[in-house]
């Protein structure tokens, strides 16, 4: 086993802390976007690391396809929070609460 | 097997000081732009592991592509204002680090009873080529490879559709509006 596929974990595990934390602490809707492609990035770090530890061959494409995920998320995200600002003049999570029972 | 380390371990150190700026930044435009240095750090430690083909594509799609989008959006929506905190949502702060920093803890400790799956390591095949990557894209998951295609579409018609500013009365489309520039 190579000495640094733990730390690798570690530090996927950390990153995506952060990204968690970041979801939680940010209040600007970009920002805990931000975060949430933080977690997709600490995720992708696990995988490649797992896969180059097990010698496995998807974890190549396994990361692609979270890309394109995020990708496409962050599109339309995007698009809609503009869609948001155009009627509210900000996008401030915690004030959008449209869909609140 | 020195200097191969001290490079992995500054890419350790700008993946967690970028993170610790994308949590700690203030300002949107800031926190994205660590956001960019976490990616690069993150794309060298593919690099490290000689999976080149998914560290080029990181440097292109995340910090290319993704973030310049996010930078657009940031530019767009001018917000460059700091962000405050309400009375009421900085004490639930506390709670959201206790719980992720839990979170932290149990990954770790599953991290570390690791030790077991060594035996299996053993007997593993050599690090994957960037070949047999491309090889499997195109013949076990063909698939969804294409899949992922028909996705990115659903996605830029998608943004367009959501993106788009309509006049419900006159039927008009039109990306700018005029008030709003003035």
Same mark, same amino acid.
Request: charged residues 15%.
């Given at each position: 086993?190579?000495p640094t596929f733990?730390?690798?974990l570690?530090?996927s595990a950390?990153? %995506?802390t952060?990204?968690?934390?970041?979801v939680m602490?940010?209040?600007n809707a970009?920002?805990? %976007?931000m &975060?949430?492609e933080?977690?997709? &990035?600490?995720? &992708?770090?696990? %995988?490649?690391?797992?896969a180059?530890?097990?010698?496995l061959i998807?974890?190549?494409?396994l990361v692609l396809f979270v890309?394109?995920?995020?990708a496409a998320?962050?599109?339309v995200?995007?698009?809609?929070f503009?869609?948001?600002? #155009?009627?509210?003049r900000?996008?401030?999570?915690?004030e959008?609460d449209?869909? #609140?029972g | 097997?020195g200097a191969?380390?001290?490079? *992995?371990?500054i890419?350790y150190v700008v993946?967690v000081?970028? @993170?610790?700026?994308v949590l700690?930044?203030? =300002?949107t435009?800031k926190?994205?732009?660590? !956001?960019?240095?976490v990616?690069?750090a993150?794309? @060298?430690h593919y690099f *490290?592991?000689g999976?080149?083909f998914?560290?080029?594509i990181q440097i292109?799609? *995340?910090a @290319?592509?993704?973030m310049?989008?996010?930078?657009?959006?940031?530019m767009l929506?001018?917000?460059?204002?700091?962000?405050?905190?309400?009375?009421?949502?900085?004490s639930?702060r506390y709670?959201g680090?206790v719980l992720?920093?839990?979170f932290f803890?149990?990954?770790?400790?599953?991290?570390?009873t690791?030790?077991?799956?060594e035996?299996?390591?053993?007997?593993?095949?050599p690090?994957?080529s960037n070949?047999?990557?491309?090889?499997?894209?195109?013949?076990? *998951?063909?698939v969804p490879f294409l899949?992922t295609s028909?996705? !990115?579409l659903?996605?830029?018609?998608g943004?367009?559709?959501?993106?788009?500013?309509h =006049?419900?009365e006159t @039927?008009?489309?039109?990306l700018? =509006?005029d008030e709003?520039?003035a």
């Amino acid at each position: 086993m190579e000495p640094t596929f733990i730390y690798t974990l570690v530090l996927s595990a950390t990153l %995506f802390t952060f990204g968690i934390i970041g979801v939680m602490w940010k209040r600007n809707a970009i920002s805990i %976007f931000m &975060n949430v492609e933080l977690m997709l &990035n600490a995720a &992708n770090l696990a %995988f490649v690391a797992f896969a180059r530890e097990f010698g496995l061959i998807q974890g190549g494409p396994l990361v692609l396809f979270v890309m394109t995920v995020a990708a496409a998320e962050a599109g339309v995200g995007l698009a809609i929070f503009i869609a948001i600002y #155009r009627t509210r003049r900000h996008i401030r999570a915690d004030e959008i609460d449209l869909l #609140r029972g | 097997m020195g200097a191969q380390f001290l490079i *992995y371990g500054i890419l350790y150190v700008v993946a967690v000081v970028g @993170g610790l700026m994308v949590l700690f930044n203030r =300002d949107t435009v800031k926190s994205a732009m660590s !956001l960019v240095l976490v990616m690069l750090a993150l794309a @060298g430690h593919y690099f *490290y592991m000689g999976q080149e083909f998914v560290g080029a594509i990181q440097i292109i799609v *995340y910090a @290319g592509a993704i973030m310049v989008l996010f930078l657009f959006v940031i530019m767009l929506l001018n917000m460059r204002e700091r962000e405050v905190m309400p009375w009421y949502l900085r004490s639930s702060r506390y709670t959201g680090a206790v719980l992720a920093l839990a979170f932290f803890f149990l990954i770790a400790f599953g991290i570390s009873t690791f030790g077991a799956v060594e035996v299996a390591s053993a007997t593993a095949r050599p690090a994957p080529s960037n070949n047999e990557i491309f090889s499997m894209l195109m013949t076990k *998951y063909l698939v969804p490879f294409l899949l992922t295609s028909v996705l !990115l579409l659903v996605a830029v018609i998608g943004a367009v559709v959501m993106g788009r500013r309509h =006049d419900p009365e006159t @039927g008009e489309e039109y990306l700018i =509006d005029d008030e709003e520039m003035a």
